[in-house]
């Protein structure tokens, strides 16, 4: 029904930054949520951002990356973007796009369609 395809991945000096893109395909809803998560080896799936509706400040933000990442929607390209700026080494993961009517919003568990995942890599 849905399909999600996440790229922007890639390997960076702590300090720097990348983007990533989920781009949606199928049988999509406007105010669907679409999220963000990461999971590192040995650790649980978790929480990284979240942006609600097809438009408007509905963003929300893990306490770990408040203020350094920051989550948008275009709509009309099926689309949301990540850019994650001053990264650090903890912020290595693969990184999910993920999508649905979770409730919470912040509960993996909660999420139907999901991306493949892509590696981001911060070094020192």
């Known amino acids: 029904q849905v399909q999600l395809v996440e790229s922007g991945g890639g390997s960076v000096q702590t300090g720097g930054s990348l983007t990533l893109s989920c781009a949606a395909s199928g049988r999509t809803v406007s105010h669907w949520v679409i999220s963000w998560f990461r999971q590192a080896p040995g650790k649980e799936r978790e929480f990284v951002a979240a942006v609600k509706g097809s438009g408007g400040d509905n963003s929300y933000y893990a306490d770990s990356v408040r203020g350094r990442f920051s989550i948008s929607r275009d709509s009309a390209r099926n689309m949301a973007v990540l850019q994650m700026n001053s990264l650090k080494p903890e912020d290595t993961a693969i990184y999910y796009c993920?999508?649905?009517?979770?409730?919470?919003?912040?509960?993996?568990?909660?999420?139907?369609?999901w991306g493949q995942g892509t590696q981001v890599t911060v070094s020192s």
């Open positions: 993920a999508s649905g009517t979770p409730v919470p919003f912040g509960e993996p568990r909660k999420y139907v369609y």
